[in-house]
């Protein structure tokens, strides 16, 4: 299990002696299935080299505000709403001066003032700059901000003096994200059911009437309401597709199969998201044996299977209700319609062709609800989850807001 699977984690490395464990605590976290951007101040290539960082995170080290092939796009700004939590390890007395005065003269101390992700630091300094005055007023500061210290710990530096200063472990501050990230996680408690993938209902023995969907959509959807704090249970029909971490999977066939798995698992969830492409029809009867191809034709009668997003809409203990449409042509009309006659709170909408859609890594969304929509673009589909999620969170909260009010 990777209790950070896909949680955004920007590491902000300065010029301290301790930064070497940054790459310790970079490993750490992408162990733990963490999405990790490093961010360096230009003092702090002089203790540990770029390239280390990037063989372990897999991203390019950023260290310049000034660089023209990111910052062409506003890059800086893009990575400060990225980030679902900013770490600075080491944090030294220069940079927490920054921090607490406001500045903003390099990319970490721009990204930590742009960004409305919580901040942690870890203090790594001599100890008698972190005794001093100064130091604590700014400590100081930061904490009456929101911002979260770990550390320092007390005994020998690097100098030869002992006291407070060093920097925590790396497990340490490990664990202190992990922490931050679940308290922050927006559906944390909250019991959601995901359905991914295709349905495949059997014509004889070898045969079934399926579809291309492949289930990478839906895993992503259930990956992002993860890293929101959810207690995912994630319905999948037949998809050769690992089972991302902190997930509870339930594998069926058939659209009764998945039909039965998401009733039984509906009671206290609070959120229902069917990605799933179901299929609307199954053979009235399948063939005990293989089906011989004996004549020119063959006619098999097909009927109705149960419409799951429907009945669970109209359930008693309703969950907020989110549904998906791919459609070849009009797409906005057929999915607006689905979203009244099913009674949904949310639908996410997408054109389906040759290049998007099913059995590619990039789609593009018109999440619509009542009242207001909102076009997602071209992406990675786990990019789009993520952004999915948070549409939904929005409503669900609103929603909830109204329900209590």
């Not at 464990?21 to 963490?34: F, M, P, S």
């Not at 071209?378 to 990019?383: E, G, H, L, V």
Request: proline content about 5%; overall charge negative; aromatic content about 4%.
């Amino acid at each position: 299990m990777q209790p950070l699977r896909a949680r955004r984690v920007l590491l902000g490395i300065t010029a301290g002696i301790a930064a070497y464990k940054a790459a310790e605590l970079a490993r750490l976290l992408v162990k733990d299935g963490a999405d990790v951007q490093v961010v360096m101040t230009r003092s702090a290539t002089q203790f540990i080299g770029a390239m280390t960082l990037q063989a372990i995170t897999g991203r390019p080290v950023r260290d310049s505000l000034f660089d023209a092939q990111h910052e062409a796009a506003m890059g800086h700004i893009e990575l400060a709403r990225w980030a679902e939590v900013i770490v600075i390890a080491p944090a030294t007395a220069s940079t927490l001066a920054h921090l607490a005065a406001g500045t903003a003269d390099d990319l970490l101390t721009t990204l930590c003032l742009a960004s409305t992700a919580p901040l942690l630091v870890a203090p790594a300094m001599n100890q008698a700059m972190w005794a001093h005055p100064a130091t604590q007023a700014n400590i100081g500061v930061l904490s009456g901000r929101g911002t979260q210290l770990i550390g320092p710990a007390v005994g020998e530096q690097a100098c030869g003096d002992q006291g407070a200063g060093r920097m925590q472990e790396p497990a340490q501050i490990r664990g202190a994200i992990h922490d931050l990230l679940m308290k922050s996680g927006a559906l944390r408690g909250k019991r959601v059911i995901v359905t991914a993938g295709p349905t495949r209902e059997a014509i004889d023995p070898v045969r079934f009437v399926g579809n291309r969907s492949s289930g990478k959509m839906g895993f992503a959807v259930a990956s992002a309401l993860v890293a929101q704090g959810a207690d995912v249970t994630l319905v999948a029909g037949p998809v050769a597709l690992p089972t991302p971490g902190g997930i509870t999977r339930i594998d069926v066939e058939s659209a009764d199969d998945m039909h039965d798995a998401v009733f039984t698992s509906l009671p206290g969830a609070a959120i229902f998201v069917a990605c799933a492409a179901v299929a609307d029809f199954r053979p009235a009867r399948a063939a005990e044996q293989k089906i011989k191809k004996t004549d020119e034709t063959l006619v098999v009668e097909m009927i109705r299977n149960p419409d799951i997003l429907s009945e669970v809409s109209a359930s008693p203990a309703r969950p907020f209700c989110v549904g998906f449409a791919a459609e070849t042509h009009d797409v906005e009309n057929y999915a607006r319609g689905k979203l009244l006659a099913k009674g949904l709170d949310m639908i996410a909408a997408n054109q389906v062709s040759a290049s998007q859609g099913f059995e590619v890594d990039d789609n593009a969304l018109l999440v619509l609800w009542e009242g207001g929509q909102q076009r997602l673009p071209m992406q990675s589909k786990s990019r789009l989850a993520a952004q999915l999620v948070e549409l939904i969170v929005d409503r669900f909260n609103a929603q909830t807001a109204t329900e209590d009010s």
